[in-house]
C-alpha cells in the first residue's frame, strides 16, 4: 500500500521563485491536510480540505494555496517563496467518516528558501 | 494561549525506567486525543488515541485522559533506546492541534 505519497522529497529555491508540493492518497480518504514544522517545533496546519472541491485555511495560510480536483490529490503551491518558509512540510489524511480519526502522514518535503 | 501544550524536554531515562509525558489543551470541546511519535528527520506515527476519560493501555504504553482538568499524559514503561524520540500530543476538535513535542531519550 503506497499509502501517503509525498513529492519532491527535498528543493532549495531561491527567494521569490514558486514551486508546488504533490501530495497524493491512495486509501479514498476524504480529509486532507497541510502541515508545516519547524525545527523544534510541533505541526502547525496550512490548509485542509474536507472533500474534492472544498479546501480551508489553517493556522498559516499566508503564503500559499491549494486545490483538491480529486479525492487522491491535494497540492500545496507556494507562489513567492521566502525564508521563512523554509521547513518541513507534512501532507496528511484521514478517513471519510471522521475528523477525530488517526492521521496518515506522508514521508514529509524538506524545502529550503535561500 | 497556546492551545496544545507539553512538559517541555528533553526527558532523560534510564533505560527500564518509566518515561512520563504530559499535555494540556485549552479547548474543553476537544474529542479526541493522540500520541505521535517522531524519530529525527522521520514522519510522526500513532501510537495511541484516546477519547475517554481513564487510562487505556497499549504494549508499553499508557495514555491517561482527564477531560475535567483538561489534560492527557502519556506513560511509556520500561523505557527502551528504540523510544528515543520526540512525542507529539494532539487534540482534535474540528482540527487537530499539535503540541511542540517532547523530546525523549533513553539512556542504556
Known amino acids: 500500500n503506497a499509502g501517503v505519497t509525498q513529492t519532491p522529497k527535498f528543493r532549495i529555491l531561491k527567494i521569490g521563485q514558486s514551486m508546488t508540493l504533490q501530495c497524493t492518497q491512495d486509501?479514498?480518504?476524504?480529509?486532507m491536510y497541510w502541515y508545516r514544522q519547524d525545527p523544534g517545533m510541533g505541526l502547525k496546519l496550512i490548509y485542509y480540505?474536507?472533500?474534492?472541491?472544498?479546501?480551508d485555511k489553517g493556522e498559516v495560510p499566508n503564503g500559499y494555496n491549494v486545490s483538491r480536483s480529486t479525492t487522491e490529490d491535494f497540492p500545496l503551491r507556494l507562489e513567492l517563496a521566502a525564508p521563512s518558509q523554509t521547513s518541513v512540510y507534512f501532507c496528511?489524511?484521514?478517513?471519510?467518516?471522521?475528523?477525530?480519526?488517526?492521521?496518515?502522514f506522508g514521508n514529509g518535503t524538506r524545502l529550503t528558501v535561500t | 494561549q497556546k492551545e496544545v501544550e507539553q512538559n517541555s524536554g528533553p526527558l532523560s531515562v534510564p533505560e527500564g525506567a518509566i518515561a512520563s509525558l504530559n499535555c494540556t489543551y485549552s479547548d474543553r470541546g476537544s474529542q479526541s486525543f493522540f500520541w505521535y511519535r517522531q524519530y529525527s528527520g522521520k514522519s510522526p506515527e500513532l501510537i495511541m488515541f484516546i477519547y475517554s476519560n481513564g487510562d487505556k493501555e497499549d504494549g508499553r504504553f499508557t495514555a491517561q485522559l482527564n477531560k475535567a482538568s483538561q489534560y492527557v499524559s502519556l506513560l511509556i514503561r520500561d523505557s527502551q533506546p528504540s523510544d528515543s524520540a520526540t512525542y507529539l500530543c494532539a487534540v482534535a476538535e474540528v482540527k487537530l492541534s499539535f503540541g511542540a513535542g517532547t523530546t525523549v531519550t533513553v539512556r542504556a
Open positions: 480540505s474536507v472533500g474534492a472541491g472544498i479546501t
Open positions: 496528511a489524511s484521514n478517513p471519510a467518516s471522521s475528523y477525530n480519526s488517526p492521521l496518515h
Open positions: 486509501m479514498n480518504h476524504n480529509y
